[in-house]
């Protein structure tokens, strides 16, 4: 067995490089997995050496570990490198700072990730760039709100909360003739299931804390950009002092070894959860790009690889009081922020307040469920109590 994934041909299939990629077994004693380096110092064996430097001298700057996880990362997802950072969100806002100055403008998708909006609203206003929400269905027609100024359209797809598809291809199209950076936030369809390279996006952000840990117990981020993007997206990272805590990026290692697996049951059971709520009288509308008859199907299908486990509801019209008597109950889905863990989640949205460019008319209640590794059977019966509990009331 070779000890290096470096340079080989062919490239690996997916399913094979979340296990394969970013290990070397020989290089620590035959060990499986690769060790974690924790350290601030790095030391240098003579003055020639800290004059010339080395492939590590500073704990901030890269250990074996992270470069392990950025490697793989980059192979899977089709980047040229990635840069691993200590949350999602510090990865937006790494990846935004990197390209962005006083007098820019910039397009943001109004169905981003909420504290994406707000770093645009505060910290990039603070500092003179403008920011403009589009409508994530507006496809080639994004070219109309490009200005002199504008630097970067940003893109997140499915959208946060509501899960509509961009037509990344057309908004790239635009992207190129114009010379503008094209950002997308991958974490619903995580490394596996859609190829941003392949459609003309620069730099993909990942959430690792989401399907790349899958365990719920880090924080993690991941940058991975294209050639031209690269330099820039080192400068930031390196000033900005972004760095990932030892022990998340092994916890990410660890979880990329079955985010193949994993996915693939999140996609199955999440069908199966959507369509059975889907038949539901309770429910008006069921947000998944992946069920037939979705308004982002056509496109998902076209350019997606497959979908995770996360998806909206709305429910029809039903009380406050009705709806938490129906979520305080359920004994299988733990109700709580992020996603991307083997369990199952729900929890109530409302974007009437800070969507600028779209406007969001539920039927009724919304809630956002994040399917596990459960059996959705025992999910479904779970769901089946909760809405009698949401009938009774
Ligand atoms: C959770 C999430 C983030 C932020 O990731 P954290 O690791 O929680 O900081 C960014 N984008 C999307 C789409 C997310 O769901």
Redesign the pocket.
């Known amino acids: 067995m070779s000890t290096s994934d470096e340079g080989r041909s062919p490239p690996r299939r997916p399913a094979t490089a979340v296990v394969h990629n970013g290990r070397e077994p020989f290089a620590q004693h035959g060990f499986v997995n690769p060790p974690v380096y924790r350290g601030s110092t790095v030391l240098f064996p003579t003055v020639a050496a800290l004059k010339k430097g080395q492939r590590y001298n500073y704990g901030r700057r890269g250990t074996p570990t992270v470069d392990a996880l950025q490697s793989a990362i980059a192979a899977i997802e089709g980047g040229f490198e990635t840069k691993l950072t200590a ?6 806002t790494t990846a935004l700072l990197a390209f962005v100055e006083a007098g820019d403008h910039i397009l943001m998708v109004d169905t ?2 909420q ?2 909006r707000q770093f645009c609203d505060v910290m990039l206003k603070r500092i003179g760039v403008e920011t403009e929400y589009y409508d994530p269905l507006i496809g080639a027609g994004i070219e109309h709100l490009v200005r002199k100024n504008t630097r970067l359209v940003y893109t ?1 797809s499915p959208g ?1 909360q509501t899960f509509e598809v961009q037509d990344i291809p057309a908004i790239a199209a635009v992207a190129k003739a114009r010379d503008l950076w094209l950002l997308m ?1 991958n ?2 369809a995580s490394p596996l299931y859609f190829k941003p390279f392949e459609h003309g996006v620069d730099v993909s ?1 990942q ?4 399907y790349i840990v899958g365990h719920a117990d880090a ?3 991941a940058i991975t950009s294209n050639a031209r993007a690269a330099k820039h997206i080192e400068r930031a990272h390196g000033h900005l002092g972004v760095c990932p805590g030892s022990e998340e990026t092994y916890l990410g290692l660890r979880g990329l070894r079955t985010l193949d697996v994993r996915l693939e049951r999140h996609q199955k059971n999440g069908l199966v959860v959507a369509a059975w709520l889907a038949r539901r009288p309770e429910v008006a509308r069921v947000l998944h790009p992946a069920l037939p008859g979705d308004p982002g199907y056509e496109i998902w299908k076209r350019d997606f690889l497959g979908a995770c486990g996360l998806f909206g509801v709305i429910l029809k019209p039903a009380s406050a009081e009705a709806v938490a008597a129906m979520l305080d109950g359920l004994t299988l889905f733990g109700m709580g ?4 863990g083997y369990e199952s989640l729900v929890i109530p949205f409302d974007c009437t307040s800070y969507r600028t460019a779209t406007k969001w008319h539920p039927e009724g209640p919304a809630l956002r469920f994040h399917i596990g590794l459960e059996d959705p059977a025992d999910l479904i019966a779970d769901l089946e109590a909760g809405f009698e509990r949401l009938a009774a009331v």
């Open positions: 949350s999602g969100y510090q990865a937006v981003t990730y504290p994406t997140e946060s936030d974490t619903w952000i959430a690792a804390t989401k924080m993690l981020g922020y992020s996603w991307g």
